[in-house]
């Protein structure tokens, strides 16, 4: 935006209080040319992939998706809630229903607010509730059995619309319909009101989800003209000291307005008088209009609401208000809503067409929304002028790379992150970069673990983004420095603040008497300690490669040979004598999850896992009881996230993802068929509760775009592929070096779920795997599908997919 240029130098150049540099910038906001977009709709291609997108997939059950509007890996996720409640509000048993926000199953709406987190089992965000009301104005959002206590309204599914970048809802209780829309760092809401009544919309900033009482350690608003606001929170949440910024920007100027400090007093601002007998506890110059605080509302008055729709803009920024000002004049300067859905709606569709389906509406629903949930993180974490908030809390400038937030890294280096290499692999170097950056202003020396917005949780275990970096550079994706990629991820591991790591390299296992869920700690190091050696052996660092493929065999320290499964061990070497093969304590041995689940989990070496079992038979026998045994509500009480259950297999949990995908190893493929389908029929639908548990940031998403291909990423780091049962008749991958990758499945149906024979290119295909290579040279993988199991094909050891044993 070439007209931009000279204002925008004035503001980077000056370094003075954020006040100093808004006349230019609101001058521009005014001035900024309408966009058209009427010649642009014909660019969406005909083969428009995004009908297939049901962004209400997931928002029922245990899914915790959002149905708002947000581009692909957008910093903005404009959504409603229908449970963020105001300061003094405390919710307990609602948090976790509500991890996103919103939930089906309700029937009110207190507001739409723009940070949302996709799927995950905790929660946080809900930055800046905006509420448009009509009618007496409420500051407070009452109760959902008595909305007409405050300000949330009722609403109906049935007039309530969403599609990629594009959601809209009316609000029952005051004839509002409200449109929502965003660009990557921006969020833009219409709304259009049916009665001639007196409008007002609010601004919340106490509101919020999760941590509600007391989360806001500081606010403000400052009003700059009649229809600008600017505007700071930070948050005391599951992230500490959380700052974001914003800008707001009204269609047409508001006929008065209130700053409502709850920690002081109330202005009202065509006069700015203190309210009558107030006694704030800190200096007011009443001239001003501008408050802060711990609770601060505003409260925008319009007459003659209903003569045209009002639109508000609101840009965000962690770093500072010019720059979230500067986000908003950038992406986002006219006021024609309909183009900026439009565009939004290009760059989803641009985003999913690299997969092409066939196949029943359903079908295809799923797909494509698995797709859709898959390319919302990480998300862009930067301003336009590339500044963004590190990890250390100081101010960075991107050089060479744009910088990627929300990092859900025990759940998504499964599937997320290698399907990612396939269909947003412009966008893996980013992350990688954006880890490294994490590392290099990490006071602890330390890669992300469970991360986001400048901010790490430290929640769940392992050392996963080692996996992600290995994965994407032994694909061939190196647009980041390898050298100090390898120094992270082996200082990562070799850190001795971090989850009893010296004890795991003294002993080869984590005792349980020094740390909780050691034995799954201890599992997941041991993987993650496999990736490593593979990178530093592709790199030529033989020592280190032979330092960590030592490291990766450390599971077979806490594998019992007397009971047959991975068992707790202290510091003396003796094991847990409370040992429960089905007990899924919380803190106990295990990381959500029970030792008939975990002792699965050795993905890097699963044929040695065969041979510790007692070969083939005895592991397809244990597979079979780990889902045929019913797993009793008593052992898994404690945790809410085990769901999607199939005996002891729990879909509903990243522990169990891989493990149907196992009988290829020990040479019975069609069991493995058998299992997916079971799965994909039974735990997944195109309606609201279609996921069988959280959906962890597009991990459950990615497992049923990979399983619907018909092929599954054991262990990412090892460039295999077990194959599975597809289920679409056909899916192919525009891949990003030209060429496309096809999977069909002749004779597909429900009753047709093993595969009979395969072929690759045309040549027959006779291993129940497929290799990275397979897939970025294209070609076409052919199944040919029946009711009968082929109880001959894979099954040879050559045919069964890799293993560490082979290195």
């Not at 079992?613 to 008593?634: C, M, P, V, W, Y």
């Not at 769901?643 to 493995?672: D, M, V």
């Amino acid at each position: 935006m070439k007209y931009l240029s000279n204002d925008m130098s004035t503001l980077k150049k000056t370094s003075r209080d954020w006040a100093l540099n808004t006349v230019a910038v609101i001058s521009l906001l005014t001035a900024m040319p309408m966009l058209t977009h009427a010649e642009e709709s014909s660019a969406i291609q005909v083969n428009d992939v995004t009908q297939w997108v049901d962004p209400f997939i997931g928002t029922g059950g245990d899914g915790h998706t959002f149905p708002g509007a947000v581009v692909p890996f957008g910093m903005v996720q404009l959504s409603p809630d229908t449970a963020a409640v105001s300061r003094g509000s405390d919710p307990q048993s609602e948090i976790y229903k509500h991890s996103a926000g919103y939930h089906y199953d309700d029937k009110t709406i207190t507001g739409f607010s723009h940070t949302h987190f996709s799927g995950t089992g905790h929660s946080d965000l809900g930055d800046l509730l905006i509420m448009p009301m009509t009618g007496k104005a409420h500051v407070e959002a009452g109760s959902e059995t008595d909305p007409d206590s405050g300000y949330r309204s009722r609403f109906n599914h049935n007039a309530e619309k969403a599609s990629p970048g594009y959601y809209s809802v009316e609000l029952s209780d005051y004839k509002i319909k409200a449109e929502l829309t965003t660009t990557a760092r921006t969020g833009m809401h219409r709304y259009t009101f049916k009665e001639n009544e007196q409008a007002h919309v609010l601004l919340d900033l106490t509101a919020s989800i999760y941590n509600f009482k007391n989360k806001v350690i500081w606010s403000d608003v400052r009003v700059i003209d009649n229809q600008t606001l600017l505007a700071y929170r930070s948050t005391n949440g599951w992230a500490k000291q959380r700052d974001m910024y914003f800008a707001i920007k009204f269609s047409r100027p508001f006929d008065s307005i209130e700053l409502i400090n709850q920690d002081n007093s109330r202005y009202r601002c065509n006069g700015c008088l203190t309210k009558k007998g107030s006694k704030p506890s800190t200096i007011v110059n009443s001239a001003i209009q501008y408050t802060a605080g711990k609770a601060i509302k505003v409260l925008t008055h319009f007459k003659d609401a209903n003569t045209e729709p009002l639109m508000v803009k609101v840009g965000l920024s962690a770093v500072s208000r010019k720059n979230a000002l500067e986000n908003l004049i950038t992406e986002n300067p006219g006021w024609d809503f309909d183009d900026v859905k439009l565009q939004a709606k290009k760059q989803w569709q641009e985003q999913l067409s690299v997969v092409q389906a066939k196949g029943k509406k359903s079908e295809k629903r799923q797909l494509y929304t698995a797709l859709y949930h898959a390319l919302q993180a990480p998300s862009i974490y930067q301003d336009v002028n590339g500044q963004y908030r590190g990890v250390d809390g100081e101010i960075h400038q991107a050089d060479g790379f744009e910088n990627y937030t929300l990092f859900s890294l025990w759940d998504t280096y499964r599937a997320l992150h290698p399907l990612l290499t396939y269909i947003a692999p412009d966008k893996v170097p980013n992350m990688i970069n954006s880890m490294l950056a994490h590392y290099q202003q990490s006071y602890d020396n330390m890669l992300p673990i469970w991360s986001f917005q400048a901010h790490e949780t430290w929640t769940m275990i392992g050392y996963h983004a080692v996996s992600v970096i290995a994965d994407a550079y032994l694909k061939g994706i190196r647009n980041f420095d390898s050298e100090l990629a390898l120094k992270a991820m082996t200082d990562t591991a070799n850190n001795p603040k971090y989850d009893a790591i010296p004890e795991y390299i003294k002993r080869g296992y984590v005792p349980m008497d020094k740390l909780s869920e050691s034995v799954s700690i201890t599992l997941e190091y041991a993987y993650n300690d496999y990736t490593i050696a593979r990178m530093a052996e592709a790199m030529g660092k033989k020592y280190i490669a032979k330092t960590f493929y030592q490291r990766a065999q450390s599971y077979k320290n806490l594998f019992d040979p007397s009971v047959g499964f991975m068992r707790g061990k202290n510091s003396e070497g003796v094991w847990n004598p409370d040992f429960d093969a089905e007990d899924a304590k919380l803190m106990g041995p295990f990381t959500e999850g029970n030792s008939f689940q975990y002792t699965f989990y050795v993905p890097h070496d699963v044929n040695t896992l065969i041979d510790l079992i007692g070969g083939d038979k005895a592991f397809e026998e244990r597979l079979d009881l780990l889902f045929n045994k019913e797993l009793s509500h008593e052992k898994i009480k404690e945790h809410e996230d085990i769901a999607g259950l199939i005996g002891q297999y729990a879909h509903g949990n990243e522990p169990s993802h891989h493990i149907a995908y196992l009988y290829n190893y020990a040479g019975k493929p069609w069991r493995t068929q058998e299992r997916i389908r079971q799965i994909m029929d039974t735990l997944s639908s195109d309606q609201p509760d279609g996921l069988a548990g959280n959906d962890d940031v597009g991990q459950m998403s990615a497992w049923y775009v990979f399983s619907a291909m018909g092929f599954y990423p054991v262990a990412p780091g090892d460039l295999s592929y077990a194959i599975g049962a597809p289920q679409l008749p056909e899916i192919s991958l525009n891949l990003a070096n030209g060429k496309t990758f096809t999977v069909k499945a002749n004779k597909l149906s429900k009753k047709n779920k093993f595969i009979k024979s395969a072929r690759l290119n045309g040549k027959p295909l006779n291993r129940s795997f497929i290799t990275h290579d397979d897939i970025i040279n294209g070609g076409t993988l052919t199944f040919v599908m029946s009711n009968i199991p082929n109880k001959h094909w894979g099954i040879e050891t050559k045919n069964r997919p890799t293993s560490m044993s082979t290195h």
